[in-house]
């Protein structure tokens, strides 16, 4: 099993920066991948961005070039940097952990990110 504890959201204006972080503890294999999404209300869970070990990342166009994901595999972090927030980015964010030999998922309980305009 993995936990996951994220952390960071908050309300902020339009413009502003935010940076989530996520904390992952238990059985951590090694190779694994890990990932922010993100749920606004009435809608689907999208990917916001991803990260392998090896620090391959992948981002949704609509963050790209505004927000930076990034890992610390020595204590099995992952941090989203947030720039030029949106209102439309408003969302809960959640946390996901995947074990790329198994295909198993954890996710955290999400935090909350509001954007004001």
């Known amino acids: 099993q993995v936990q996951l504890e994220e952390s960071g959201g908050d309300l902020v204006q339009a413009g502003g920066s935010l940076r989530l972080s996520c904390a992952a503890s238990g059985s951590i294999f090694t190779n694994n991948v890990m990932a922010w999404y993100r749920q606004a209300p009435g809608k689907q869970r999208e990917l916001v961005a991803q990260i392998t070990r090896d620090g391959n990342t992948n981002y949704a166009n609509s963050v790209k070039g505004r927000f930076t994901i990034s890992r610390d595999n020595a204590k099995n972090t992952i941090q989203l940097q947030m720039n030029s927030l949106k209102p439309e980015d408003t969302a809960v964010y959640y946390c996901?952990?995947?074990?790329?030999?198994?295909?198993?998922?954890?996710w955290g309980q999400g935090t909350q990110v509001a954007v004001s305009s």
């Open positions: 996901k952990f995947t074990v790329i030999l198994t295909g198993a998922t954890y």
